[in-house]
């Protein structure tokens, strides 16, 4: 049991809310850290599991592990369903958590623009579950593809179609590219995987939007030379299991990935706050909600200008800020000094392509390419959370690099894909003999 | 496509099969290999995955990552529904694959004695998807524990039962012990994880039966060192949701595990040869079928007795040595060389108990403890296939002995468990506030 010192409830334990409680352990006051998980995701490496690269515990730590050494931070894993921000309680589902401080941290998640029927279709790549699901069929879309071979007939259509030309899609795109060209070369005898095509399709007029346009040119460049086709402006106008619509052209995919678009958890509507278009907390700036200095969101939940009127981008670095600003505006109000506003410090963007593929952009300075790349790795590697996670990762990126093997190509789970023909059903009594 | 010369066909990727198959390529036949999974699992360690020291793809690989060089080899993921022994075809769902050579290696599952009904209540380990629930049923018993115990009230009962004193029960209790009493210390707040009891139910006289009885008694030594309470003859008769009967006792189980008995693959009653009461097909002599002198049997699937009128036991060892025997034998016919018998060579047993216990027996001698224990961890370590997996399991290993962390600690999927009170149902429109 905790003791009676000023309460503090942060909801979720992504960058932002992590990074609050880590630093509000320091403080005279007891926190309560509630997530629908028992781990926290690094997300930026998230695409390598599903692209097979690590494992899911290589990239993701219990969060009561990070934290165990904090006495005066418990955690609770479980959903939350409501605020009242009247009586300051949090609402579980079978318990109400009173506060002195709230810090709403509750992220994002994939928004299919009104047309939920193609998340089954699209599966998009935010948690640890995505990402097992993406490898799963991308692993499995080879398999299938080899099985319908042994019988005859022509070559499978393997197309892999991602939808978004953000940091995710590009990464994904780059990644498949090379499992689909190097990493399974040798391994198949009636399919050849180097006749897969990786299309990255963005509805915008360039992909990875956030960065210079030279950049992103830099990027269209280095994804060709891994092998993918990018499409922009191509704009998706409906999915089918099996088939990608832009317009009138119909684009057959073995796997459709989503990598279009994400929406604010629905937790930030319930603050009784304004809201933008993507359902984010229009928030004050010291992060609080109007009328409520003891309610703080912080993180992809939450939406604040720079001096230049830009919305702050929704990375890793701008919640990392947010969450260590509250932690130390919490401790100011408890020594009764008086709040100052949230500057965001913007230490440069880099995004990978794919193998020795990246871009950096640092103000001026433009980057591409294998020094972009190593810059990008080392900044993630470090960035992880746990020595042992570090070490691991490190061993099976140089053994992938030299090697071009993937360490984690397992499929797990159902084997069945949307578009292909369903093991199942409809078998005739007598299959056919091969020939 | 493969060439024109004498088709086998193997059915199931684990110890026996995998070894038929590469002990074959190296022969003027083309080989197809078949199994439901695409990767084999080094079963042995697969107690380490249910127990989060080690992430699935450290102990299981790609089968036609691990075959890639073999260019007379192909694999097909598929299940296996019958046979036509005249005809001489395996029948798949949509295909029937002609041979001149069959062998069957699939192996055994759990089998719950007539009591099917236990299986969602008890889970089995045979596969990695079984590993990952057990490890999920773990780590979220101590979830659940905690989010009831803030909430006020007693300390909840946190008994882990384990039917079967067999070794992968031996491995799992004695792993779970050290989860419950020293890896997850200062990580709780109000429940206290070293009150879990770890319970270890044994139907028979002696847990570790086909070991010597000195040996016996040794592992309920060191697992009572470990905090295991060892009870044997203990037989269960029934399993409800939240408790576990033996006889009249009713004994209260956050999370049950069932590593009681195993049943050969159903495919091995499609080969119209005798089976025994665990549904193993009683071979010949030299690993075939009654009047099928191309159809092969090997592993888990077979039983046959050795020079004392035993049965070999369902170990990697016999497996192994019976997938050579079955390639040298068909490598002996291509030449027609007259056959020769199946003999195994024993080379000892090992078994682990926890961290630092085993037992060891090497016909007359027996060893226990930490010398036992390092022979067992080297032998697997060695047998791990992939260079980079031993390297990065030996990683894991020494990081957890000297912390005491376990490394892939992640809740995914279901957040419910039997037994426990479900956390969507009947829960009142307001919930209490935390005292």
Same mark, same amino acid.
């Given at each position: 049991m905790l003791e009676n010192k000023p309460r503090v409830v942060v909801v979720g334990a992504g960058f932002g809310g992590l990074e609050a409680a880590r630093n509000l352990a320091k403080l005279p006051v007891q926190i309560t850290l509630i997530d629908r998980k028992n781990h926290h995701t690094? +997300?930026?490496?998230?695409y390598q599991v599903a692209t097979a690269g690590v494992s899911p515990g290589e990239i993701a730590a219990p969060i009561r592990w990070i934290l165990r050494? #904090?006495?005066?931070v418990e955690v609770i894993m479980d959903e939350v369903v409501g605020f009242d921000l009247n009586r300051k309680t949090v609402q579980l589902q079978d318990l109400n958590l009173p506060y002195d401080y709230l810090i709403v941290a509750a992220g994002a998640q994939h928004s299919y623009f009104g047309h939920d029927e193609w998340e089954p279709l699209a599966p998009g790549l935010k948690t640890v579950e995505d990402a097992l699901e993406i490898r799963r069929r991308v692993l499995l879309a080879f398999e299938l593809a080899e099985k319908e071979a042994v019988a005859g007939g022509p070559h499978p259509t393997l197309n892999f179609v991602i939808i978004g030309g953000g940091p995710t899609g590009v990464e994904l795109a780059g990644t498949l590219a090379e499992i689909a060209h #190097?990493?399974? +070369?040798?391994?198949?005898?009636?399919?050849?995987?180097?006749r897969t095509r990786i299309l990255l399709l963005e509805?915008?007029?360039?992909?990875?939007?956030?960065?210079a346009p030279d950049l992103s040119e830099s990027a269209v460049r280095q994804l060709q030379k891994l092998g993918v086709e990018v499409r922009a402006p191509a704009m998706v106008t409906k999915i089918d299991p099996g088939a990608v619509w832009v317009g009138e052209e119909r684009i057959p995919a073995a796997v459709t990935l989503w990598a279009a678009g994400v929406a604010a958890s629905?937790?930030?509507?319930?603050?009784?706050a304004p809201v933008d278009r993507a359902g984010r907390v229009m928030v004050n700036a010291d992060l609080t909600v109007p009328d409520h200095p003891e309610v703080f969101v912080v993180g992809d939940l939450a939406t604040l200008k720079d001096k230049h009127g830009n919305p702050l981008p929704g990375v890793a670095p701008v919640a990392l800020q947010e969450g260590r600003y509250v932690a130390k505006t919490i401790a100011g109000d408890l020594q009764k000094s008086a709040r100052r506003n949230f500057h965001y410090v913007d230490k440069g963007s880099l995004a990978t392509v794919g193998r020795a593929a990246a871009i950096a952009e640092f103000k001026k300075i433009h980057i591409s390419g294998y020094f972009a790349w190593l810059a990008w790795l080392f900044v993630h590697i470090f960035f992880l959370i746990g020595f042992r996670n570090r070490v691991i990762v490190l061993v099976q990126w140089a053994w992938s690099y030299f090697t071009?093997?993937?360490?984690?190509r397992l499929i797990t789970g159902d084997t069945t894909l949307p578009g292909?023909?369903?093991?199942?059903?409809?078998?005739?009594?007598e299959p056919p003999l091969r020939k």
């Open positions: 690094f +997300q930026p490496l998230l050494g #904090r006495s005066n #190097r990493v399974l +070369q040798d391994e198949f005898r009636s399919i050849d995987p180097k509805g915008g007029p360039r992909i990875l939007p956030t960065y629905s937790l930030g509507g319930k603050l009784g071009y093997e993937r360490g984690a292909w023909p369903n093991a199942k059903s409809d078998s005739e009594p």
